[in-house]
């Protein structure tokens, strides 16, 4: 069974989060902690949060991606900015201890002009001061197109992050397709290659979600740039054959496609259809 949902907005609360992701045929569904462009959050609603935990149960959902907001930057040069990476994580993960099912996925971070060693050093550097004993969320790398100088295009570099921190061995990966393929990752024409050469570098054991989104742009291209599915270079075929992989069977698939709701609705039944013609 495919787990698939989409990026909802969060401005509703919780629970509507929930109550869309079952009326658009998903059983899963990826939120931003927080509005993406600024720092501020809503008081946290912890009976909101439980109504959404006990939909969650009744529907056998798999595990829900919260993402955390595109302006952090872990290893940006000013300690300011650091901090606020910080202090932004401390409080996300605070607030999930109280949605257990959730995962909190960030970008590594853009090491401008420092050279990746010293973002990835800086990036493990904050994780070992957010990441303390209390927190319980999972939380995960996701895979970067390397537009820019953004730490996370190559496997290696997701791995050489969990092997620096202390608490590496708590970290998971998000593999989003779009990403991995501006990356220059096949996962066209050797995605067995692709998920081998994952298990090689990193593990499959941490891969914890995959964000499935089609590309505007060639392999290589290094410019994250999303379509909708079958309407990029990555294509329907392509598709097909990630929702049926074995080495990905039982994942959340999150969609971060440019649709409307419909449009999201229309995705999750196509690829439920193309994982279910794999015959089982
Ligand atoms: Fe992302
Ligand atoms: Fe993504
Ligand atoms: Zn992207």
Redesign the pocket.
């Known amino acids: 069974m495919l787990h698939i949902g989409c990026h909802l907005s969060c401005s509703n609360g919780y629970l509507a989060m929930g109550r869309q992701a079952l009326a658009l045929g998903a059983d899963t569904f990826q939120f931003f902690t927080r509005n993406p462009r600024g720092g501020s959050v809503k008081p946290f609603d912890e009976a909101d949060a439980q109504a959404l935990v006990a939909l969650m149960r009744e529907h056998g959902f798999a595990p829900v991606v919260a993402h955390a907001p595109y302006t952090l930057n872990a290893c940006a040069a000013e300690e300011s900015i650091r901090d606020f990476a910080r202090r932004t994580m401390r409080e996300d993960l605070e607030r999930l201890e109280h949605l257990p099912g959730a995962m909190l996925n960030f970008h590594p971070g853009s090491h401008v002009k420092q050279g990746a060693e010293t973002g990835v050093r800086l990036i493990a550097q904050l994780l070992d001061e957010v990441l303390t004993p209390d927190v319980h969320t999972p939380v995960l790398l996701?895979t970067m197109a390397g537009k820019g100088s953004e730490v996370g295009r190559s496997f290696e570099e997701l791995r050489a992050i969990m092997d620096t921190s202390k608490c590496g061995g708590r970290l998971g990966v998000c593999l989003?397709t779009c990403?991995v393929w501006d990356a220059g990752y096949d996962v066209v024409t050797a995605l067995d290659d692709v998920l081998a050469e994952f298990d090689r570098v990193i593990g499959l054991d941490r891969l914890k979600a995959i964000?499935i989104?089609d590309s505007k742009n060639p392999m290589g291209s290094r410019k994250d740039r999303h379509e909708r599915i079958g309407e990029g270079t990555i294509g329907l075929d392509a598709f097909a054959r990630i929702v049926r992989h074995p080495a990905l069977r039982g994942l959340p698939f999150e969609l971060?496609t440019p649709n409307e709701l419909e449009g999201y609705a229309r995705e999750i039944a196509l690829l439920r259809t193309l994982a279910e013609e794999a015959g089982e």
């Open positions: 996701e989003d990403h964000h989104n971060e």
